[in-house]
């Protein structure tokens, strides 16, 4: 249902300079591309409490477009820039497209949302995590 909805997008996005456009790709090739990707653009249908995708974008260091719902401002921070509205209706997708072309233009604005994502892996400390996971199991 996405790709008929979001075909437009998916359409414009493909003709941008720098923008590759991989279709549905399973989690583990996602994660692979966030590492050398400079950005993620994700146009969030759902209004999610917690977002993993956006913590793994911060977590490799992946500023973001995607749709202000539920809690993704609080879960993505700073990292992302948020697009009021239905990402199924052309408002919104050319609102989406038109940010990721500001961001594109101001590098300074790129900038902030990257340090954003760099304090945030800086923040975490993994393996304590995993100390912390292993004592309780």
Same mark, same amino acid.
């Given at each position: 249902? !996405? ?6 997008? $998916?359409?414009?996005? @493909?003709? /941008? ?6 279709? /549905? *790709? @399973?989690?583990? *090739?996602?994660? #692979?591309? /966030?590492?050398?990707?400079? /950005? ?5 249908? $759902?209004?999610?409490? &917690? ?15 995607? @749709? ?5 401002? #609080?879960?993505?921070?700073? @990292? ?7 990402? $199924?209706?052309?408002?919104? *997708?050319?609102?989406?497209? #038109?940010?990721?072309? #500001?961001?594109? !233009?101001? =590098? %300074? ?10 304090? &945030?892996?800086? !923040?975490?400390?993994?393996?304590? %995590?995993?100390? =912390? ?5």
């Amino acid at each position: 249902q !996405d790709t008929l909805h979001f075909n437009k997008v $998916y359409n414009k996005l @493909s003709k /941008m300079d720098g923008v590759t456009y991989h279709g /549905m *790709q @399973s989690n583990n *090739q996602v994660l #692979e591309y /966030m590492e050398i990707c400079s /950005m993620l653009l994700y146009p969030n249908t $759902y209004p999610e409490t &917690y977002c993993n995708v956006l913590n793994e974008a911060r977590a490799c260091k992946l500023p973001f477009v995607t @749709s202000d719902k539920g809690a993704l401002q #609080e879960t993505g921070g700073w @990292s992302g820039s948020y697009i009021k509205g239905d990402p $199924y209706k052309a408002d919104y *997708q050319e609102k989406f497209i #038109e940010r990721l072309l #500001e961001i594109i !233009d101001h =590098r %300074d604005v790129y900038n902030c949302m990257a340090d954003d994502c760099k304090n &945030y892996r800086r !923040d975490k400390d993994y393996f304590k %995590d995993i100390d =912390r996971l292993i004592e309780v199991l």
